[in-house]
């Protein structure tokens, strides 16, 4: 067993290295998460247990020479590759200009309203995009008959006639991943559901068939509707300034009651405004907690959902929503 120790020090000492490639398939070979030194350390449970301390100390001597030889190659590499590059180039040339990348503006829409949030105490929770009808309409309240299971509106990827089989969809909110983290987390439940979601929609400049999502479930004893308007009030004024001019308007949603919208004055550059949607948000319905055996007599909260896209609009004053997905570097290099 010591023999196959010793053999990666001997293949590692012979291993010639005369160019960059050569240096890195070095680092491959031995010192990547799968290389000859990781794999070489896995052997200790074959050793008995009077024999791992000799077997150890060999193993750290092996991994400690193939990690020197690997910084000193990597220094000789650099070192002749600024030197060829000194003797070649002429430090006085004028370098071409560079194209610097950069993040597209809906990203960093996203990491500021995760910004908010994190300062709210919120966390972050992820799940997939391809969801069943449990998750993305049944636990949600959503009637067999609601027009959003119609397929004018989503995606069904399988679609079954059995009724002991589940419909497949792209997911049309992130609200399933409410429904998966009540079912994994005991309350305090306090956290934020980002991500890309589909809808069935011809598109235009005010409409995608994809967009994305930032929703948010708060659930404990004794949440309040009076929590949740204050929650969004301090988001709209981190937002968009402390200034903002904002209402909050009786809805509806399957998955809330009472359920509200949001809106925030927009003023117009040739002057006047409109009011804008900006979200929506209720008390999460004592349906939803029963569908995840949570106690609507124990326990209630607060959900509230915004469109990514809608939100950034509103912050850059773009009036149509294609341009988000068409990759124009002229677009896109105006945010960076």
């Known amino acids: 067993m010591q023999d196959q120790i010793l053999a990666v020090k001997q293949a590692a000492a012979s291993f010639e290295v005369q160019n960059e490639e050569q240096l890195e398939a070095y ?3 031995f010192l990547s ?3 000859e030194v990781g794999a070489m350390f896995k052997l200790m449970k074959d050793f008995q247990p009077d024999e791992r301390k000799a077997a150890g100390q060999l193993m750290n001597e092996v991994k400690v020479f193939v990690e020197e030889r690997f910084k000193s190659l990597e220094q000789v590499s650099h070192s002749n590759s600024a030197t060829s590059t000194s003797s070649l180039d002429d430090p006085t040339l004028i370098v071409s200009p560079q194209a610097r990348g950069g993040l597209h503006p809906l990203t960093t829409m996203l990491d500021e309203i995760k910004k908010i949030f994190f300062r709210l105490g919120f966390t972050v929770s992820d799940g997939p995009e391809l969801e069943d009808d449990f998750h993305n309409f049944t636990a949600l309240n959503f009637p067999p008959e609601h027009p959003a299971r119609d397929e004018q509106d989503t995606f069904f990827v399988k679609k079954s006639e059995e009724k002991d089989e589940l419909d497949l969809v792209l997911r049309t909110h992130t ?3 409410q429904i998966r983290q009540m079912l994994k987390q005991e309350p305090p439940i306090r956290s934020i559901m980002p ?4 809808r069935n929609e011809a598109v235009t400049y005010k409409s995608y068939f994809l967009f994305h999502q930032v929703e948010g479930l708060y659930i404990d004893k004794g949440v309040s509707m009076a929590e949740l308007k204050e929650t969004l009030i301090t988001f709209a004024k981190m937002m968009y300034g402390s200034s903002v001019k904002y ?3 009786p809805s509806f949603f399957p998955f809330t009651e009472p359920s509200l919208e949001m809106d925030i004055w927009w003023e117009q550059a040739k002057g006047g405004g409109r009011w804008l949607e900006i979200l929506g948000a209720g008390m999460v319905d004592p349906n939803v907690l029963k569908s995840v055996d949570l106690d609507p007599e124990i326990y209630s909260g607060f959900a509230f959902g915004m469109g990514i ?3 950034a609009m509103l912050h850059y004053g773009i009036d149509d929503i294609r341009l988000f997905y068409d990759n124009d570097l002229r677009f896109l290099s105006q945010f960076n």
């Not at 991500?195 to 589909?198: E, H």
């Open 309 to 311: 896209e809608r939100s």
């Open 247 to 249: 209402r909050m308007r």
């Open 175 to 177: 609200s399933p991943v």
């Open 27 to 29: 680092r491959l070979r």
């Open 33 to 35: 998460r799968n290389g």
């Open 195 to 198: 991500g890309r979601v589909y």
